[in-house]
C-alpha cells in the first residue's frame, strides 16, 4: 500500500480526530482467489488512498462474498483503534438490514496512559509486529450488531460461517482483511444484505476515547504532560480540553461488481 499505494504507506495515518468524507468506490471484480492472512499481497493495485483520512482501502467481490482490505503505517493510530475496537458498517441500498461487523472489540482493561503513548521514545524501540500481536492475543470472536448496537450474531474468529477476518503487520505495516458473505452465500451463516451490482454505504468506524479521563489519569499518575503539541484536540492552552476525541469516521458508497 508494489503500486503508488506502496509509495505512500510510509504516510498513512488514521484520522481519530473528526474526519470524514464520502466517497464512490467500485469494487473490483474477484479475478484470483483472496487468502485473508492480514497482508497485502491480493491486493496490488487494488487499494485506494484517501488523503485526508490517510488510510487506504479497497474492496473485491464475487458473487458469494466481499473482501475487504484496509492499511496504515502509522504505529500509535493503529495502536490506538486495535485497543478502541473498529466497527464496519453496512447499509445496503436496497433496504436491507444495516449490519455492524465488530472487530477488534474494544479493550475495557486498557490503561488511558498507554493509548497516549505515555513513554513514546520506548514504545518506539518496541517490536511493531510484537505489539500487534500482543494486543490480538484475546481478540478470538468477532460480533454483528444492528443499528441500535444490539449483538445478533457472536462467532469465533476461525468458525466455519463465511467470514474469515484476519490482522496482520507487513513491512511494519498494520493490514486488516476481511471476507463477508453476501447475499447469495446460502452457505453462510448471517450474510449481509447485499448483492453483486449493488450499492452499499459502507462506514469504517473506531471507538472513541474519553479524553477528560485521559487527563484526569495521566494527572493522578503523574505521567503525560498536557501542555503543547496536542493537535486538532489542543485549547488555547496547549492542553487536552475535549471530553472525547471523534473516532475514525470513513464512510464510502461501495458498488459492486456484478
Do not use: H
Not at 116 to 129: L, T, V
Not at 139 to 152: A, G, H, P, R
Not at 230 to 254: F, T
Amino acid at each position: 500500500m508494489k503500486t503508488k499505494i506502496i509509495g505512500f504507506a510510509i504516510l498513512f495515518v488514521f484520522g481519530f480526530f473528526g474526519c470524514s468524507s464520502t466517497e464512490i468506490i467500485q469494487s473490483n471484480l474477484l479475478q484470483n482467489s483472496i487468502v485473508v492472512d492480514g497482508n497485502q499481497d491480493d491486493w496490488n493495485g487494488k487499494l485506494k488512498y484517501f488523503e485526508e483520512e490517510n488510510i487506504a482501502v479497497g474492496f473485491q467481490n464475487d458473487d458469494k462474498n466481499l473482501y475487504i482490505c484496509l492499511a496504515t503505517a502509522n504505529k500509535a493510530n493503529s495502536m490506538k483503534m486495535l485497543s478502541m475496537g473498529l466497527t464496519i458498517w453496512f447499509q445496503p441500498e436496497n433496504g436491507g438490514l444495516k449490519v455492524g461487523l465488530q472487530y477488534p472489540k474494544q479493550r475495557t482493561k486498557t490503561s488511558p496512559r498507554n493509548l497516549m503513548g505515555k513513554n513514546r521514545a520506548q514504545n518506539e524501540e518496541n517490536d511493531f509486529d510484537v505489539s500487534v500481536k500482543t494486543l490480538m492475543q484475546n481478540q478470538n470472536e468477532f460480533s454483528l450488531i444492528n443499528e441500535d448496537e444490539e449483538m445478533i450474531f457472536v462467532s469465533p474468529i476461525n468458525s466455519n460461517n463465511g467470514y474469515e477476518i484476519k490482522i496482520g503487520t507487513q513491512n511494519q505495516q498494520f493490514v486488516y482483511e476481511a471476507k463477508i458473505p453476501i447475499g447469495n452465500n446460502s452457505l453462510a451463516t448471517m450474510p449481509i444484505d447485499i448483492y453483486p451490482n449493488e450499492m452499499v454505504t459502507i462506514l469504517l468506524e473506531s471507538g472513541k476515547i474519553d479524553m477528560e479521563s485521559v487527563r484526569r489519569n495521566s494527572e493522578t499518575e503523574g505521567g503525560m504532560q498536557t501542555g503543547g503539541g496536542q493537535g486538532r484536540g489542543s485549547g488555547k492552552g496547549g492542553g487536552i480540553n475535549r471530553p472525547e476525541a471523534s473516532s475514525l469516521d470513513l464512510e464510502l458508497e461501495v458498488k459492486l461488481a456484478d
